[in-house]
């Protein structure tokens, strides 16, 4: 049965998306069947996977039940994925009341024996479409830039995750913080690192010990849309991160 992993944040630009494509990456070259799921309605782990959302369904659409998840799948160069596009944005409209935060858990009952691992990308917000991603989750990865400002908000997010898996999903696994965007060279990196390694005590969460060195490569690899990462820039020192990430949660057991 699949573990299903997400990230979570509301504040956009800190790597949500492009931590799911390479997290995906990574566990595909370690030999596991990996899914990813997109949902945010920007659709952009859609595109970076080179999605086809014109002429194929999309999780908007298995939401719906206009078809059936496993017919909503679609092979990439990275991983298999149910993309999406801007009718997901529908949602927070359409669905309300009981019962509408299980729906996306609802939709990938059917595709947990197919897969290792399902890797959900969330939208910038806390709203009903993170909230599902959060009760679909086993683990959730909070990620945050090396900068010190996104570091604001994290107790917001630490707080709903919290509280969706209190009434939800007591059996969620809250894996820890992330930084990426690192460098190492820089003083304003490392003191966020510490105040990051602070606010995790705090939270009482790990903070993960391998940080994401920042690397143009990250957002050229998204973009070229032919290789996943690791075929790409194997030995560029992000994707490197990356790898090393994804063997840290082993070791601590995470995933
Ligand atoms: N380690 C990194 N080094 C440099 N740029 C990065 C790195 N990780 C992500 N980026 C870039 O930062 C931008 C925001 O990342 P993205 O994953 O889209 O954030 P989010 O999904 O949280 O909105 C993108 O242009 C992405 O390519
Ligand atoms: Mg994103």
Do not use: W
């Not at 595909?28 to 859609?46: A, W």
């Not at 080179?50 to 719906?64: C, F, L, Q, W």
């Not at 075929?231 to 790898?243: E, L, M, R, W």
């Amino acid at each position: 049965m699949a573990k299903v992993i997400s990230l979570i944040n509301q504040k956009g630009g800190v790597g949500k998306t492009a931590s799911t494509n390479a997290i995906s990456a990574c566990l595909k070259h370690m030999g596991y069947s990996v899914l990813c799921v997109d949902f945010d309605p920007q659709g952009y782990l859609s595109f970076s996977m080179n999605a086809d959302t014109r002429d194929h369904s999309t999780i908007y659409d298995v939401i719906k039940h206009n078809v059936k998840p496993r017919y909503a799948i679609q092979k990439s160069n990275v991983v298999d994925i149910i993309p999406s596009d801007a009718l997901l944005g529908n949602v927070e409209r359409e669905f309300t009341g009981p019962g509408s935060e299980q729906m996306l858990k609802e939709s990938l009952k059917t595709l947990l024996p197919m897969y290792d691992y399902i890797l959900i990308d969330s939208p910038p917000e806390l709203g009903l479409l993170s909230s599902n991603v959060i009760v679909a989750s086993d683990i959730v990865l909070i990620p945050g830039l090396s900068d010190g400002y996104s570091l604001h908000g994290i107790i917001q997010v630490h707080e709903t995750i919290f509280r969706i898996k209190k009434v939800f999903n007591p059996n969620l696994t809250i894996a820890g913080m992330f930084l990426l965007r690192y460098y190492p060279r820089e003083a304003l990196s490392r003191t966020t690192r510490e105040t990051a390694q602070m606010l995790a005590t705090h939270l009482n969460i790990p903070l993960l010990d391998t940080v994401i060195r920042h690397s143009n490569v990250i957002s050229k690899a998204m973009t070229t849309l032919q290789k996943d990462i690791i075929d790409y820039a194997p030995d560029n020192n992000a994707v490197q991160d990356y790898t090393a990430l994804v063997r840290e949660l082993f070791e601590r057991r995470l995933l």
